[in-house]
Nanobody, 114 residues
Framework: QVQLEESGGGLVQPGGSLRLSCKTS????????MSWYRQAPGKERELVAG???????SYADAVKGRFTISRDNAKNTVYLQMNSLKPEDTAVYYC????????WGQGTQVTVSS
């Protein structure tokens, strides 16, 4: 079955960096569009970044220039490099794809605080 497993979250100071990973299985990863979403306490889940099967990327305005999404088709893994982190980036980050229906990972907590 389709599985998405995020890792790499944690506590980081403002201005710091983290790299999130989403290891996948159960579908042909190289053919699928992959996205990262996040959900902060009391807020709706929002799209952070996406990457097509061809490697084209898109970003939310709030993270442009600071976050980079990438993929390794040999490892069936999508990444989110997050630099210059701000307290407002604090959220649970989720990996997403669509294979006949939407699939989500379990999420990984990112906390940006001094």
């Amino acid at each position: 079955q389709v599985q998405l497993e995020e890792s790499g979250g944690g506590l980081v100071q403002p201005g710091g960096s983290l790299r999130l990973s989403c290891k996948t299985s159960g579908f042909t990863f190289r053919n699928n569009y992959m996205s990262w979403y996040r959900q902060a306490p009391g807020k709706e889940r929002e799209l952070v970044a996406g990457i097509s099967s061809a490697g084209s990327t898109s970003y939310a305005d709030a993270v442009k220039g600071r976050f980079t999404i990438s993929r390794d088709n040999a490892k069936n893994t999508v990444y989110l490099q997050m630099n210059s982190l701000k307290p407002e980036d604090t959220a649970v980050y989720y990996c997403w794809t669509n294979f006949w229906r939407a699939y989500w990972g379990q999420g990984t907590q990112v906390t940006v605080s001094s």
